[in-house]
């Protein structure tokens, strides 16, 4: 069974940062596609950050120089570093694992979420 677990939420000031994390258990991460998403109130979930099996990285455009994913695969789990932080930014984030070792960045390609995480940022 897999599971994934978020932690690293929480609320900061505008410029601030916070680091999520994703431990993944029945899964291991090093062989597939894992992604951050976020979804904000009244909008729809978007890929924020995605890597591949190889280690290839995508982000969204809006977060592009300010966070960064990154993997331990010993640790086996998934972290998403995130720097001068926007009130824009605030959302829930979700970790997501696919079954390929290739990445999408649409949820429905994702088969395995955390159940997410608070991030609010105050200007």
């Known amino acids: 069974q897999v599971r994934l677990v978020e932690s690293g939420g929480g609320s900061v000031q505008a410029g601030g940062a916070l680091r999520l994390s994703c431990a993944a258990s029945?899964?291991?991460?090093?062989?597939?596609?894992m992604g951050w998403f976020r979804q904000a109130p009244g909008k729809e979930r978007e890929a924020v950050a995605t890597i591949d099996m190889p280690g290839r990285i995508r982000y969204a455009d809006s977060v592009k120089g300010r966070f960064t994913i990154s993997r331990d695969n010993a640790e086996n789990t998934l972290y998403l570093q995130m720097n001068s932080l926007k009130p824009e930014d605030t959302a829930t984030y979700y970790c997501?694992?696919?079954?390929?070792?290739?990445?999408?960045?649409?949820?429905?390609?994702?088969?395995?979420w955390g159940q997410g995480t608070q991030v609010t940022v105050s200007s």
């Open positions: 029945g899964y291991t991460i090093s062989r597939y596609c």
């Open positions: 997501a694992a696919k079954n390929t070792w290739y990445c999408g960045d649409r949820q429905y390609e994702y088969n395995y």
